[in-house]
């Protein structure tokens, strides 16, 4: 009798000489690692510790206020000496206080930009002008600022002093339009009392408006014909409502269209302003009966009785319910049109850009000479603004690729130009950007985060990044240097936010993770970058190589043992303590249990054979741990495995 052959143990080698970053899904490959902190991939094949940030503001021998804000400044022949606000509400300009600016109220800033060498506060749309004079042969800075220039894009209002009797009907609220009633005189012209003068100095006759974005403010005064003034009357339009401006004209008692201006008046008779508007709401929600909302929100003098339809059905606000015998009247009628004031901005073009609060409008301003004026203007290289009716507000701006792109959280807009004086909006994507912060260009790509993850984005359309980060970040500061996208990214993990400085290897396609750094801001100046720490705390990133705490865990290796026996691992590195605290250690766990040692702590060395002892399992994980300069060059198991029948043949 021929028994089968047995095979006694055998040895199944592997070895890993590259490390393709980190990865926490399931598709982690064995070349790569599950987790890791403060270690890069800028020495791949290897994986190494990481470089050291160097804290350059505030400096250890200095009592300098934390940083609230910074941005580039114009020397690009120096280093880079910080500019920005602090959190004390002072503007520092590379490093050093600067007088001028006590009138500026910075606490409200929460966006600053260098334009055409001018610092541009928003929502404040203030310009501070830095000029730099010798004094002791040192460099003196003083600083001017500009608040008459960058003024809110639109500022129309009229108002009117003339006293109107309840029946008279001034001011008229309908679902879709708003009408002010005026009259010719006896020369048919209009009446200088009455509103709409200064209106019609402000909107050209005959003009067409669209999309004109404003908040309206209604109040009225009323009182006993004998001069007493009562309480003000007040229906305002509230902050989560906004109305878009279709269309502005003027009609006849009988509704007849007319140009003003164009058409004559006849003598005493009553015409209408009217302006046709859709009204939203900040959700996007269309408010269909605007008269409607006045009539339920209208705030009432005490004492007094609800307002009352007019005969048309429309609201008229001169129209109050009470004793006829005192009659009342409304004076000093007031209609003003506001933008709303800009978040952040970018230049392109030429030209200074910016986006409103709602989520409507994206302003410009003059190509030359006003740079900073964003009142429309029908003149070539004139000020404008370009409309999205699409719900949501504005997240982020940057210019790429001889165009300018602005994001709403789940959509993105470019905006472009052929002749360099109008402009156009489209929208390219369904995918959009969490905040303005979270969106940066690095060797000619543009990369932003969405709510679904990282994208890069080189003029088609957006692709997303590898997803091997495994966590889905709800926010995120984002920063280029080198070929190197730096990630701040935040998320959420049992009810608190957590945050982790990733870094994506641009060439290799591959991540690492650093630590918890916490960034507010990026900055990318003279071929380095600078990161604002949300403690206030500047630093330059990347600087040298030194010790740090390093920690990273292989993939969980699947292997099927059959007798408990001698195995080992051999791990290839390099390894420098730096300082007496310096050491290296190799920990290992298996079927998902405690990491326990496997090697004593190592001082230093360069090619370690590490044997490890294994219980029988059917997975088993490393974890490589330490403080001091590291690099990890390869890991060859020999693993032993034994008792199988082989079959003869």
């Known amino acids: ?182 009259e010719a005189d006896r020369r048919g012209n209009l009446n200088s009392a009455v509103p709409c003068v200064e209106f019609e100095s402000r909107f050209a006759a005959g003009d067409f408006y669209t999309g004109l974005s404003f908040k309206m403010n209604l109040y009225c005064r009323y009182g006993k014909l004998d001069g007493t003034v009562r309480e003000e009357y007040r229906c305002p339009i509230p902050d989560d409502v906004y109305m878009v401006m279709d269309r502005v004209y003027f009609v006849d008692e009988n509704e007849n269209e007319i140009l003003y201006g164009q058409d004559n008046l006849e003598p005493y008779s009553e015409y209408y302003i009217c302006i046709d508007f859709s009204a939203y709401t900040i959700t996007g929600e269309k408010v269909l009966n605007l008269s409607q909302y006045f009539l339920e929100n209208a705030i009432i003098p005490e004492g007094e009785e609800e307002p009352r339809p007019s005969i048309s059905g429309n609201f008229c606000a001169g129209f109050v319910a009470g004793n006829d015998n005192l009659n009342w009247y409304w004076n000093d009628v007031e209609l003003l049109f506001i933008s709303p004031p800009m978040v952040f901005g970018a230049a392109f073009g030429g030209r200074l850009f910016g986006c409103d609060t709602l989520g409507v409008s994206v302003y410009y301003s003059y190509a030359s000479g006003e740079r900073y004026n964003f009142n429309p203007s029908a003149s070539a290289g004139g000020a404008g603004f370009v409309l999205s009716a699409d719900p949501g507000k504005w997240t982020a701006m940057c210019a790429f690729n001889n165009a300018l792109y602005v994001f709403k959280r789940d959509a993105m807009y470019r905006i472009y130009s052929s002749d360099g004086l109008a402009f156009y909006m489209e929208r390219i994507a369904d995918v959009g950007a969490t905040g303005n912060e979270a969106v940066c260009v690095v060797d000619n790509v543009m ?70 750094f916490a960034a507010k801001q990026f900055v990318w100046f003279g071929g380095e970058l600078y990161a604002l720490e949300e403690s206030g705390v500047v630093w330059r990133m990347d600087s040298v190589r030194e010790a740090v705490e390093f920690c990273l865990d292989t993939k969980q290796y699947f292997f099927s043992f059959q007798k408990k026996s001698m195995n080992a691992a051999r791990i290839y590195f390099e390894f420098d303590p730096v300082g007496d605290d310096g050491y290296f250690e190799i920990l290992v766990s298996a079927d998902n249990g405690e990491f326990v040692p496997a090697a004593p702590k190592i001082a230093n060395g360069r090619v370690r054979y590490v044997p490890i002892k294994f219980r029988k399992c059917d997975e088993f994980c490393i974890r490589i741990c330490g403080k001091g300069i590291f690099t990890l060059k390869g890991i060859s198991f020999a693993l032993y495995q034994g008792g199988d029948v082989k079959q003869n043949k």
């Open 1 to 182: 009798m021929i028994l089968p052959k047995m095979q006694g143990s055998r040895v199944s080698e592997k070895e890993i000489s590259a490390f393709y970053g980190v990865n926490r899904t399931a598709k982690i490959n064995d070349f790569q690692l599950s987790e890791m902190k403060n270690m890069d991939c800028e020495t791949f094949p290897f994986a190494a510790t990481r470089k050291s940030r160097e804290k350059i503001y505030p400096l250890e021998t200095e009592t300098q206020s934390a940083m609230r804000l910074i941005c580039g400044d114009t020397d690009l022949e120096d280093d880079y000496l910080v500019t920005g606000i602090t959190q004390d509400g002072e503007f520092i300009y590379r490093g050093e206080e600067v007088s001028g600016t006590s009138a500026v109220d910075f606490s409200g800033v929460s966006y600053m930009m260098e334009y055409m060498g001018d610092y541009v506060l928003f929502p404040n749309m203030e310009a501070i002008t830095v000029t730099t004079e010798e004094e002791n042969g040192k460099p003196a800075y003083s600083a001017e600022v500009n608040t008459a220039s960058v003024a809110e894009p639109f500022d129309k209002k009229f108002n009117g002093s003339k006293s109107y009797n309840y029946s008279h009907e001034p001011f008229v609220v309908g679902n879709n339009s708003i009408r002010v009633k005026f």
């Open 447 to 516: 990369y932003f985060l969405s709510s679904n993850g990282l994208y890069a984005f080189s003029g088609s359309y957006p692709q997303p990044l590898p997803d091997s980060l495994g966590r889905t970040y709800l926010r995120g500061v984002l920063g280029g240097d080198n070929g190197k996208l730096f990630c701040s990214l935040a998320w959420k993990e049992n009810e608190a936010f957590k945050r982790e400085l990733c870094v994506y290897h641009i060439d290799k396609g591959i991540f690492s993770v650093h630590d918890d």
